[in-house]
């Protein structure tokens, strides 16, 4: 089983660009194409939060007419540029999302339960895991001991060193989520977005990933007293390969980055 994740595509009505400079229509439109385009052909995508700017009801008419084009199912978590009432009611005949309450799913494909999580606090940038989410994902981790997990989340439960970010992401995560994970061992790997980076580590025994955006991303910025900005480094989109009990992720770059070339000539040698 091969599948992607989409991360903070940002789109916003009329196709009017962010910060006045990232088309990020045309970003999705690409993104979209490459998802289409890869070989072998995906089994679904994970759109994990940001799908929108403004979490207007018109820029979720946008976003769904363009992912429409998809050739796979997608399945979608709220960010915190998502409003989740409105979001909720544009994905109404989504039936793996919640009807009430926080806009989360759990689902199993292939042997591999998936589990999409609201971390979401209305009126706020930052994240927030409330007890009702924990109430929630613990109830889960429970009745699927024994499958092997990927937790998808919008707002990271750890630090990058991106300081305007770390200001914004899940607050109080060593005290509201990461205790939920304690006596599961089943969690295989933790795949976030909204740091618009490429960034992973390793917390409490469990893997943990930042997936780029489809257009702009964060500039990499250590600076305790960077100034907030973005950058138009290649956008890209991750492939995970379920197989055999393992779960393998790649960055897919989305672009023209020329041909490929062969590292062997017609005589099966290496070319010098």
């Given at each position: 089983m091969i599948f992607a994740q989409l991360t903070d595509i940002h789109i916003k009505a009329g196709g009017k660009f962010a910060y006045n400079c990232v088309d990020t229509l045309s970003h999705l439109r690409n993104a979209i194409d490459h998802l289409n385009g890869f070989h072998p052909k995906l089994d679904f995508v994970v759109i994990s939060g940001d799908l929108v700017?403004?979490?207007?009801?018109?820029?979720?008419?946008?976003?769904?007419?363009?992912?429409?084009?998809?050739?796979?199912?997608?399945?979608?978590?709220?960010g915190n540029h998502d409003h989740r009432d409105v979001m909720r009611e544009a994905f109404a005949d989504h039936d793996y999302l919640?009807?009430?309450?926080?806009?989360?799913?759990?689902?199993?494909?292939?042997?591999?339960?998936?589990?999409?999580?609201?971390?979401?606090?209305?009126?706020?940038?930052?994240?927030?895991?409330?007890?009702?989410?924990?109430?929630?994902l613990r109830r889960e981790l429970e009745a699927h001991k024994d499958q092997p997990t990927l937790v998808f989340m919008h707002h990271p439960p750890f630090k990058t060193g991106i300081q305007h970010m770390d200001n914004i992401m899940l607050k109080q995560a060593d005290e509201d989520f990461w205790p939920v994970f304690s006596g599961y061992s089943q969690v295989l790997q933790i795949a976030c977005g909204h740091v618009h980076r490429a960034i992973e580590t390793f917390k409490n025994g469990i893997p943990v990933s930042i997936c780029p955006a489809s257009g702009h991303q964060v500039a990499l910025d250590l600076d305790p007293e960077g100034e907030p900005s973005l950058v138009m480094e290649p956008p890209a989109v991750r492939i995970f390969r379920w197989t055999k009990g393992e779960l393998i992720n790649h960055l897919s770059f989305i672009g023209d980055f020329?041909?490929?070339?062969?590292?062997?000539?017609?005589?099966?040698?290496?070319?010098?």
């Open positions: 700017d403004l979490g207007d009801a018109g820029e979720y008419d946008l976003f769904k007419q363009e992912i429409a084009r998809l050739d796979m199912p997608f399945y979608v978590i709220p919640s009807n009430e309450g926080p806009l989360q799913f759990s689902i199993e494909k292939e042997g591999l339960r998936i589990i999409g999580l609201d971390t979401t606090s209305a009126g706020h940038p930052h994240g927030h895991f409330e007890a009702e989410k924990q109430v929630w020329g041909a490929q070339h062969p590292f062997f000539g017609g005589d099966g040698k290496l070319i010098n």
